[in-house]
């Protein structure tokens, strides 16, 4: 089966295209997810899909939604293709799509905050406080370090962007935007999900550095974690055996594609916007590796069987 990067044609109602996923109407109460394998970095959609990465994704979410049953409700209602195409019938002739890469979730209205809690010192929290000493304004102690750990975790949202970089926000922002009482609310959770998170991962040798979560109401009033969870595209995973603080880690995820167009705009080759340069097919492969060496780590295994190859 060859990747996945364009609009996958399914007999249902499409409803967005986000940088990496389809979202297709079921009905009134259902949603279909499919993520491709699309890729992207510096907020550029690349033209190469990295194979797996779209089941790795999907499926790695679905695991961590199954270990965090039953304490924390959550959007999933089926990741496999046969429970999905069981629920939706007509999915059946389009199996090669929806196998591994697909999952039936309840609909929610999607809060528009992004729930970042940060474990370690890292990415733009680092940039921020290398500049002005400060987390999304709120000051941190003086002479920390680059990937130094957080501790306790800082809870710091964003706003969502439909394109471009997400902007951190303050808490009070937040709250002026969802309210008081849901902003305590997603706090509570996002840090509960974060904790349950970096503990079980570290148990398998990863560090969770740092994370977003995304958070929706559903017709009843529940609030449920939504989109993906936990993943090398929503985390900074780094490899236990090798942390030291003082500097960037290495990562499971993208890495090698960013260290690649990091070079290419270096020498001018590439001006960081779009239409991106070319990937070589060497910077692909190591790509999906990072991808599904992340998926085997955590979860102990390979992708289920007839996951997109």
Known sequence: MTALASLPELPLRHLRRGKVREVYEVDAERLLIVATDRVSAFDVVMREPVRHKGAVLT???????????PD???????????????????????????????????????????????GYLAGSAWK????????????????????????????????????GHDENISIARMRETVGEAVAAGLERSARHVYARGRDLAAARGIIIADTKFEFGAAADGAVLLVDEVLTPDSSRFWPADRYAPGGPQ????????????DAERRAGRWSGDAPPPALPEEVVVATSERYLDAYRRLTGSDLPKGAPT
């Open 59 to 69: 499926q790695l979410t679905a695991w961590w939604l199954r270990h965090l049953e």
């Open 72 to 118: 924390v409700p959550h959007h999933m209602l089926a990741a496999d293709a046969d429970a999905i195409v069981e629920a939706v019938p007509a999915l059946e002739a389009h199996r090669a799509i929806i196998t591994g890469r697909a999952m039936l979730c309840r609909r929610t209205t999607v809060y528009p905050i992004e729930c970042v809690v940060r």
């Open 250 to 261: 290495p990562s499971f995820d993208k890495q090698p594609l960013r260290d690649y167009l």
């Open 128 to 163: 921020e406080y290398g500049e002005h000493g400060t987390l999304a304004g709120q000051p941190l102690p003086r002479g920390m370090v680059e990937s130094e750990r957080l501790d306790p975790p800082l809870f710091s949202p964003a706003t969502k962007a439909e394109s």
